[in-house]
């Protein structure tokens, strides 16, 4: 069992729309209710015409229970080498684990589950998703398992769903970097310089 942490923005607009956006954050792991000031101060042009609902996807943020290694990573802060960060990451899930939490439980379907779920909760007839990053990966899957209720969705710096981000992070950054390398070569004066 889960429970979401939500916040509800509401508009100050009397004749808002009646199909309120849901933001769907980025990480995986980001907490939109912990950026709720961004969304205030100054108020979101969203608000104008309608209300706008934060969540914090199951596992993140406010939401229980939150998958967190912070207690590990604070005993272990100085781990540097892939070997201790990966002990650090074991030694989370064991205790996860022993605390009864279910990480299979925790994944993209489960939370396009929680976005349906949200919307019949609040008696909403349709919503509006706004993804941003891993939050349009989410989107994505809330379309595909669940497009009723679902009136418009804005993907914004969309993680698409065949990527494996982390695990080609090194392999990108490293291809960045020659390139950079090589266009320097090719150029005089950054040759000369650099």
């Not at 650090?88 to 939490?101: M, Q």
């Not at 299979?104 to 909760?121: C, G, K, W």
């Not at 609040?122 to 891993?134: I, Q």
């Amino acid at each position: 069992q889960v429970r979401l942490a939500v916040a509800i923005l509401r508009s100050p607009n009397p004749n808002k729309a009646p199909d309120p956006v849901v933001y769907l954050e980025g990480g995986p792991g980001g907490s939109a209710l912990s950026a709720v000031e961004t969304w205030l101060s100054p108020p979101s042009p969203l608000l104008a015409d309608r209300d706008v609902i934060l969540v914090d996807q199951r596992g993140t943020g406010w939401s229980e229970p939150r998958l967190s290694c912070d207690k590990e990573a604070r005993r272990h802060a100085d781990a540097t080498t892939d070997d201790e960060v990966a002990a650090l990451f074991a030694a989370c899930r064991r205790r996860l684990g022993s605390e009864g939490i279910d990480l299979a439980a925790f994944s993209t379907a489960e939370s396009a589950a929680d976005v349906a779920d949200l919307r019949t909760a609040l008696g909403l007839e349709a919503v509006d998703l706004f993804g941003v990053s891993y939050g349009t990966r989410l989107a994505l899957r809330v379309l595909a398992d669940h497009p009723e209720g679902v009136r418009s969705v804005v993907l914004d710096s969309v993680y698409p769903v065949g990527v494996r981000g982390y695990e080609a992070e090194a392999s990108v950054l490293w291809e960045a970097i020659s390139r950079l390398f090589a266009g320097c070569r090719a150029d005089a004066a950054c040759d000369a310089a650099f």
